[in-house]
């Protein structure tokens, strides 16, 4: 007697990667640079967060992967509306969304996803001035980097990845004091006075942009102790991310914990749980000291396979990589996952 055939019904991820299969399967042996060098598709990453707070840090795996051919920044300190005496004179910080041209960065980003050309303002942060604009002309992949990349709706709509970067209060005053002072060669006591006036907008016009992220990334000093962090450069730092909600197969990175167990002689820490920002549950993925590099090598040999590029060995001349380093790996292969879905999904199902 034959039973029944009973209809279960099919997870639209299951459905989704089906589809995607398909198309992802005809390019899996090509390297993936190839296929972003030969489409029209202009990827756009967002990365917010306050001044001096490692913005940039966070995307240099992606820059090292890809090269400058295929990926460029724009800071959005170009779209300052005020110079830096006329800031002072209207006792504004450029935190303000008034103290920014929001409209001309729509503008600007929408003629870029394009791939038009623009006249890009610039800001120049030594004399505190704007030079004259000059032309841009868009990558395959775009960053942009600011206090309000994901500010206003159209901005959201016009970006395909969204970062926030989160530290805590005390590692980004070191860390901005340090910037400031070393690199753009302002006053210690200026840019502890100026951060004190800057916070109170910083809470009220950027930090709510983490609530539109799809990854946050939270920086804390090591637990292993300040002095780690300052000598070393090791921290906490925490990845945050919001789930999956469209894949292609074969998308894991795996960690093998028994090289990590046998093969790590220093201390380290990996801590997973369910952190709620602002009002939505995202996956924590903490990593604390430093992890031998043969645990990392697997993650860049995945990544390789996954997309074909070769080599990627992001990390090979160091015997030992940080946890922010590690995080940045991870991260870099959430954003590539998302760049790969919109090349072999059906147009229809693309995300915007």
């Avoid at 995307?59 to 300190?77: A, E, P």
């Avoid at 990593?287 to 996954?306: A, C, H, M, P, T």
């Amino acid at each position: 007697m034959m039973g029944k055939a009973v209809r279960m019904p099919v997870p639209t991820e299951i459905l989704t990667s089906a589809r995607a299969h398909h198309h992802h399967s005809r390019m899996k042996q090509r390297d993936f640079k190839d296929v972003i060098a030969k489409s029209p598709y202009i990827f756009t990453i967002g990365v917010a967060g306050d001044s001096g707070s490692g913005k940039t840090t966070f995307t240099q795996v992606l820059r090292t992967i890809f090269g400058s051919d295929l990926i460029s920044t724009i800071t959005l300190d170009d779209y300052h509306r005020y110079d830096r005496r006329e800031r002072s004179e209207r006792k504004i910080t450029p935190l303000a969304p008034e103290a920014n041209r929001f409209d001309l960065l729509e503008e600007h980003l929408a003629a870029l996803k394009e791939g038009r050309t623009i006249e890009k303002p610039v800001y120049n942060h030594t004399t505190g001035m704007f030079d004259p604009p000059e032309p841009f002309s868009p990558t395959k992949i775009l960053i942009l980097e600011g206090l309000h990349p994901f500010f206003t709706p159209r901005l959201r709509e016009l970006l395909d990845f969204k970062l926030y970067v989160d530290p805590d209060p005390d590692v980004k005053r070191t860390w901005k004091i340090r910037r400031d002072v070393e690199k753009r060669g302002y006053r210690r006591d200026d840019v502890i006075e100026e951060m004190a006036e800057r916070e109170p907008d910083y809470q009220k016009y950027v930090a709510p942009q983490c609530a539109y992220a799809d990854a946050v990334i939270k920086i804390s000093y090591s637990k292993y102790g300040k002095s780690v962090s300052e000598e070393k450069n090791i921290y906490q730092v925490t990845l945050c991310q919001s789930k999956l909600d469209r894949t292609i197969r074969e998308v894991e990175l795996s960690i093998d914990l028994l090289s990590l167990l046998s093969l790590s002689e220093r201390a380290f820490m990996l801590e997973y749980w369910i952190d709620e920002i602002n009002g939505r549950p995202m996956g924590a993925l903490s990593f604390d000291g430093e992890l031998n590099y043969d645990v990392i090598r697997k993650l860049e040999k995945r990544v390789e396979s996954q997309t074909h590029i070769h080599p990627i060995s992001i990390y090979e001349n160091h015997p030992y990589v940080t946890a922010g380093e590690t995080v940045q790996l991870i991260l870099s292969w959430r954003i590539i996952n998302r760049r790969i879905f919109i090349e072999t999904a059906e147009p229809a199902a693309v995300e915007q």
